[in-house]
């Protein structure tokens, strides 16, 4: 990775695509997500972007079109560059969507924050997450875990990477700052690990990276 002095806005060159997604051949973009994670530019100083404002708390769990959400029901937010950012739902992906360079991990939580004074822009926090093995753990025939600490699904270190790109699911629209955390957390709740591989198994094939450049804090 290469380090990057000074300022460090994002760049991205127009070039037209379609493409690395056959489910959803309609879609018609220049920063489609997810991505390969890979050769990011180290940013010193980046890891000070980003507050975690996170507890533990109760969730409304229901079934949708694009699959299983978890509702918040207390206040949960991060902070990016300044802007906040309230947490909407989160969701879960079996295995990763996003990949590092060129292996998906076994699954990945997303948790969808909007921003508090533009609705329209979204900052997703992604988690690579480890289950503990395919066997064990039951089968997710008891239903969603209403309990979820959140902290706990944080990995120790708080490095991630951030580049722009869209949603992975619904209308695939470009409007959201990605955070995708480095490492991966081991998921302590024996039955959250169970729902996850019984129900999340939806992952959208990787996406062209075109021109965009992902930042990272390197470690």
Request: proline content about 5%.
């Given at each position: 990775?290469?380090p ?5 806005l994002f760049?991205?060159?127009s070039?037209?695509f379609v ?13 489609q997500?997810p991505?390969?994670l ?6 010193p100083g980046?890891?000070?972007?980003l ?7 109760r969730?409304?769990v ?9 509702v918040?029901s ?7 560059r ?6 909407a739902n989160?969701?879960?992906h079996r295995p990763?969507?996003h990949w590092?360079d060129?292996r998906p991990?076994?699954?990945e939580?997303?948790?969808v924050?909007v921003?508090?004074?533009?609705r329209l822009?979204a900052?997703?926090v992604?988690?690579f ?5 395919e066997?064990g753990?039951?089968d997710g025939g ?6 979820v600490?959140?902290?706990g ?6 490095g ?7 949603l992975t699911?619904g209308?695939?629209t470009?409007?959201?700052?990605w955070?995708?955390m480095k490492?991966v957390?081991a998921?302590a709740d024996?039955?959250?690990?169970a ?5 999340a198994d939806?992952a959208?094939p990787?996406?062209?990276l ?6 990272s804090?390197?470690?």
């Open positions: 990775m290469t990057v002095p000074g300022d460090h760049v991205v060159l070039r037209p493409g690395g997604d056959r489910r959803h051949p309609g879609v018609v973009g220049e920063q997500s991505i390969n890979s050769g990011a530019f180290v940013v980046l890891r000070g972007e507050e975690v404002e996170w507890s533990a708390d969730f409304e229901s079934e949708g079109a694009d699959g299983w959400r978890f918040p207390g206040v949960h937010a991060v902070v990016l300044g802007h906040r950012y309230r947490l989160l969701h879960f990763s969507e590092v060129g991990e076994a699954a939580l997303h948790a924050h921003r508090a004074d533009d822009h900052c997703v992604a988690v997450l480890d289950l503990g093995g066997r753990g039951g008891g239903g969603a875990p209403r309990e600490d959140l902290p699904l944080l990995p120790d270190h708080g991630f990477d951030r580049y722009e790109g869209s699911t209308e695939f470009e409007n959201v700052s955070v995708v490492g957390a998921v024996e039955r959250l690990r729902f996850v591989r019984a129900h939806r959208r990787v996406q062209p075109n021109r965009r450049f992902v930042l804090t390197g470690v």
